[in-house]
């Protein structure tokens, strides 16, 4: 992760109840060995800055081992009103410590909880990744789906755009996820598209509306072209 210029997109996004509910939506920061302290402190300072009712942050946190990058994830911590769940390079690296680290996060792999937002009660819920299988950890997917079918004003965190159906089919209101970058450098659209139901951006199916967050960091070379990193302010509408 490299955040030289923190800017932050505001959108606009229906979804039916949750009016108002603002959201600061952050997605595949891949903190490595490279990743400068100064440039974390920098990235919460700007997110903190921010008025929101909570931060969304939908997983691969890390790009390598949580104990060779602690001063970073230390500083990470400092961010306010998050909720997160797993990436498939979380799982790799080590998703048990960099639980540990991240005390001020509330983590919701397979978790079902509510907030609230003016008088209502509001379902979040989130997904393991599905890469978990690999790890031997195990996606609950029943138990979020009936989660989110019982309960009208809901939301759903994944790490890939795949698990919307998920959501779809439980009549989620509003489904978060990122993983793909946004094909980071372009052509390499094209490929991810042939493994995701989506690239970036917002999409509706039904009842929900579906937001890929293109992500603030970088996989394999630290380069983005045609896809830019994002900070995403969700405003529900």
């Known amino acids: 992760m490299k955040p030289t210029k923190l800017e932050i997109k505001n959108l606009k996004v229906k979804a039916k109840n949750l009016q108002g509910l603002q959201i600061l939506h952050l997605s595949d ?27 969304a942050l939908t997983g691969d ?15 990470l911590n400092l961010l306010k009103k998050v909720f997160y769940i797993s990436g498939n390079h979380d799982i790799f ?3 048990k410590r960099l639980k540990t680290l991240l005390t001020n996060f509330t983590f919701l792999d397979n978790k079902t909880i509510f907030i609230k937002y003016q008088n209502k009660e509001i379902a979040l819920a989130g997904i393991s990744d599905r890469f978990s299988k690999f790890f031997k950890i195990q996606r609950e997917e029943k ?5 989110l ?14 698990d919307y159906s998920l959501a779809v089919n439980s009549n989620t209101k509003l489904f978060l996820c990122g993983h793909t970058h946004g094909g980071q450098i ?7 598209k042939l493994f995701q139901p989506f690239l970036a ?19 394999g070379i630290d380069f983005r072209y045609k896809a830019d990193s994002e900070i995403t302010l969700l405003k529900l509408c």
């Not at 946190?61 to 500083?75: F, H, N, S, V």
């Not at 079918?149 to 795949?162: F, G, R, T, V, Y």
């Not at 372009?186 to 991810?192: A, I, K, Q």
């Open 149 to 162: 079918k019982n309960n009208e004003d809901s939301i759903l965190l994944a790490h890939q755009p795949k």
């Open 93 to 95: 690296y080590g998703l």
């Open 29 to 55: 920061l891949h903190i490595n060995k490279k990743t400068k302290i100064e440039d974390i402190k920098k990235l919460v300072s700007f997110c903190n800055d921010i008025e929101y009712d909570f931060l």
């Open 186 to 192: 372009f052509p390499f659209h094209y490929f991810v």
């Open 61 to 75: 946190i890390i790009d390598c081992k949580a104990d060779k990058i602690i001063p970073q994830l230390e500083a």
């Open 201 to 219: 951006g917002i999409f509706y199916k039904k009842n929900t509306c579906i937001y890929v967050n293109k992500g603030l960091g970088t996989w």
């Open 143 to 147: 138990k979020v789906f009936e989660f």
